[in-house]
């Protein structure tokens, strides 16, 4: 029962707020192919310091030498942030511009990692990208979509009720629900988190295992 309600509020949601989910994926999607092309017109002495980098990555990988606990307290560092300043510039009535730039940085830091891997370790790196960056990528990315669609309403419906009292008297009790569904998104993606930090270091290391040295 509480899962039907949840879906019903889920699709009403995104029925009331269609175009700024499209928006919001166009700007991800922008960032995509703003990163994958990036890689291509990269220096070789920058691709050069990349790829020892990844090298010595795997290296640590396939020898056993992982921090789990240091790679999950980063990904921390990397993600919440984010969170914290969209969940801000749905405060604001001047946030939506700034949502939408970060969702394309987003997308550029997911298209730039995907398309450097593939350009650095050719077929093998399509393997790698499937299994270690894209599982958890399908959790943060709807999360992320969610929260800027999220954010960009209530900026939007503050904007549009400026100096009125129709939307704002009860605006504390607005603010403090607008705030838990952005918890709950917290908590959705520490699965990603986990995934990110604990599976997928274990899933590279099988592929490391399996293939060799993963560069040429």
Avoid at 15 to 21: A, G, I, K, T
Avoid at 96 to 119: C, E, H, R, W, Y
Avoid at 145 to 168: C, H, P, Q, R, Y
């Amino acid at each position: 029962m509480l899962h039907n309600k949840f879906i019903d509020a889920l699709n009403d949601h995104v029925q009331n707020n269609f175009w700024l989910y499209v928006i919001s994926l166009l700007c991800i999607c922008t960032g995509i192919v703003l990163g994958i092309y990036s890689v291509r017109y990269m220096g070789g002495f920058e691709k050069s310091d990349l790829v020892n980098y990844i090298k010595s990555f795997s290296s640590a990988i396939g020898s056993g030498n992982i921090d789990y606990k240091q790679i999950f307290i980063q990904t921390i560092k990397n993600n919440i942030p984010v969170l914290i300043i969209v969940w801000f510039l749905g405060l604001t009535m001047i946030g939506v511009p700034i949502i939408l730039i970060i969702d394309i940085l987003k997308g550029f830091t997911i298209g730039f990692t995907i398309s450097f891997i593939i350009n650095g370790m050719g077929i093998r790196g399509v393997w790698v990208s499937l299994l270690g960056v894209l599982p958890q990528n399908i959790i943060y990315i709807p999360c992320i979509i969610f929260i800027s669609v999220l954010a960009m309403e209530f900026s939007l419906n503050m904007l549009k009720d400026k100096g009125g009292k129709s939307w704002t008297s009860n605006i504390w009790l607005k603010i403090t629900s607008y705030s838990v569904s952005f918890a709950l998104v917290m908590i959705v993606m520490v699965v990603g988190f986990t995934m990110e930090s604990y599976l997928t270091p274990q899933i590279l290391k099988v592929v490391i295992a399996g293939v060799g040295s993963i560069f040429v």
